[in-house]
């Protein structure tokens, strides 16, 4: 069947499956008549009215503890036919085209006995309710009724118990009353009532058949039979028994028996719809979360390259200082006067240390750190986001109702799965973050960057000493030419020149070391946001493609499923139209 084929594809409820399987055999047997009400509402009585017999169990207590089916055939011990399931035979003309069903009563203490019946109700094609005169259309009931009507059932109420009414006024109460819940309450029309009184019709019928005997055998034995009981005016049971027996034949029987399937197939179809839209909720919702967690992602890195920006400017600010005492270093230094002082090449090295350098390398050190712990910590704010979102997400979900119980359906389970793998690394990643380590390995790598880049060998040293190196080599590369060249030149006037020149050559060397350092730092910022963005990416990609995948499947399958719905409707019109009910 293509419902079946749509569900399966579906992940439609296992239940369901089985419904339809079954839904195709059930369409070859006989007509189903099932009597349903509570327990000690008169069921079997009734039945046995209708027969004229007393073949099932009568009383005050629940007589009825597994569902019995009546066939036709020679009388004799009921037979099991499956797990709390019996047959029946009676020799009764219309049981050669329909099987009558008797249930345990509803309202039971023992649970499974209301069980039996409510999953027995989807096979009807006629339901017979029975309630009391005394206590009409209790609570149990109406909600037992909620459930019959879900499978689109036609629902025949007989209300036992006219005789022992108060007043004739109690009956046309019970009437109107039961008239308007129904109505009401079940958003159905006005229903079809027959007031019984089954155990006096039982007794007449006994009766009769008992003194119809006894005239056969002997005119004496008439006397000493008494009397068929008169039968209430108000007992509606004859007419009751003219439909069962008279108004389901041909048309009638067709039409139910055509409508038992599609009712059965509209209920599935609706409670599966509803299902898969609801899957659909989920799976729509949890592509927002994830799609916000790809735009807190994206507004993360967009904020880290912006802001990264003001700490290369922190470095630049910090070398221009470092230019700016150079120039004036240059400018006290080289002169003809300190001719004595700039002969000694380790004495201007430590002055130019001392006086220009001082403290630039920390200053620069100080920065990356504070870089480096601000990356690490915006970085470990996006994850608790994340991790925070997720679960306002399920709190949501599950506060609406839309996530079933757990494992309920296989997308259930693939979702919980999923889910889980989405969840358990981020709350990991929360568990086992240190921040101080994460900066540090972060430093360490700038660490070998910077060593690698400005070809210092000094990796045992901290971030500041290979910078102290660096900027040093970098300005004493000035400064040494200096001390070697500087009185080699004849003339007063070519030493402001030189000056020029050797001040020209440390901005250059200033610049490129900026430039240098900006490109590193740069670099190592990007790849460890690169490195952070891939990391929350690896979790996210699998449940996206899950999700993908889902809607895809759901959406499909809605349509199948609403396009089988409409083709149900259809049907459905046609067999009322070409099988009328009676009035």
């Given amino acids: 069947m293509r419902v079946r084929d749509a569900l399966a594809r579906s992940d439609g409820a296992r239940a369901d499956l089985e419904r339809l399987a079954a839904l195709v055999g059930e369409m070859d047997e006989l007509f189903l008549l099932v009597v349903v009400g509570e327990y000690n509402s008169g069921k079997s009585t009734f039945i046995n009215a209708l027969l004229g017999d007393e073949v099932f169990a009568m009383g005050d207590l629940p007589t009825t503890r597994a569902i019995s089916i009546l066939s036709y055939g020679e009388a004799g011990r009921p037979e099991l036919i499956g797990e709390n399931m019996y047959l029946y035979h009676y020799p009764l003309d219309v049981l050669r085209d329909l099987d009558i069903v008797d249930t345990p009563g509803t309202n039971s203490i023992e649970r499974m006995e209301e069980a039996l019946t409510r999953e027995f109700v989807p096979r009807a094609d006629l339901v017979l309710f029975v309630t009391s005169l005394l206590q009409p259309l209790t609570a149990s009931e109406l909600d037992f009724l909620a459930h019959i009507r879900e499978w689109g059932k036609k629902v025949v109420f007989i209300v036992n118990g006219v005789d022992r009414r108060n007043s004739d006024e109690q009956i046309e109460r019970v009437r109107e009353y039961l008239t308007r819940e129904v109505q009401a309450r079940l958003g159905a029309a006005a229903p079809t009532l027959y007031f019984i009184s089954a155990l006096q019709s039982l007794r007449a019928k006994v009766g009769t058949r008992r003194a119809t005997a006894a005239q056969q055998s002997s005119v004496a034995a008439v006397s000493a039979v008494a009397a068929p009981p008169t039968v209430d005016p108000r007992n509606e049971y004859p007419a009751l028994e003219r439909y069962v027996l008279e108004t389901l034949r041909d048309t009638e029987r067709v039409r139910l028996k055509l409508l038992t399937p599609l009712g059965v197939l509209r209920n599935l179809l609706k409670r599966n719809i509803g299902g898969l839209d609801g899957r659909l909720v989920v799976v729509r919702e949890d592509a927002r979360v994830l799609r916000s967690i790809r735009d807190q992602l994206e507004a993360y890195t967009n904020e880290m390259r912006t802001d990264a920006e003001r700490y290369l400017l922190e470095v630049r600010s910090v070398l221009y200082e ?38 630039s390398p920390q200053a620069i050190e100080g920065v990356v750190h504070r870089m480096v712990d601000w990356t690490v910590q915006r970085n470990l704010k996006l994850w608790s986001s994340v991790f925070a ?39 990991r990643r929360l568990g086992e973050f240190d921040t101080e380590r994460e900066a540090r390995q972060i430093v360490d790598s700038v660490k070998e960057a910077v060593t690698a880049a400005l070809g210092v060998n000094v990796l045992a040293l901290g971030l500041g000493g290979i910078l102290v190196a660096a900027f040093t080599t970098a300005a004493l590369d000035v400064t040494g030419v200096l001390t070697a060249t ?61 999700l993908e995948t889902e809607r895809a499947k759901l959406e499909s399958g809605l349509d199948e499923l609403r396009q089988a719905e409409r083709e149900v409707a259809s049907l459905e019109q046609r067999v009322v139209e070409t099988f009328p009910e009676r009035g």
């Fill in 322 to 359: 470092m230019e700016r005492r150079g120039r004036s270093w240059f400018e006290r230094t080289i002169r003809i006067g300190n001719a004595n002082f700039l002969r000694n090449k380790d004495a201007v090295e430590n002055r130019f240390r001392s006086e220009v350098v001082q403290d």
């Fill in 389 to 427: 979102e997720l679960d306002a997400h399920t709190a949501r979900l599950r506060e609406s109702g839309a996530l079933a119980p757990h494992g309920d359906t296989e997308f259930q389970y693939n979702r919980e799965e999923l889910f889980a793998r989405l969840r358990e690394p981020i709350e």
């Fill in 486 to 546: 500087v009185f080699a030149i004849a003339g007063w006037l070519l030493i402001p020149a030189r000056r020029r020149k050797l001040i020209a050559d440390f901005e250059s060397k200033i610049e490129k070391l900026n430039e240098d350092l900006a490109t590193l730092l740069r670099a190592k910022f990007e790849e460890q946001l690169t490195r952070y963005e891939r990391q929350l990416l690896e979790v996210v990609a699998p449940y996206e493609r899950f």
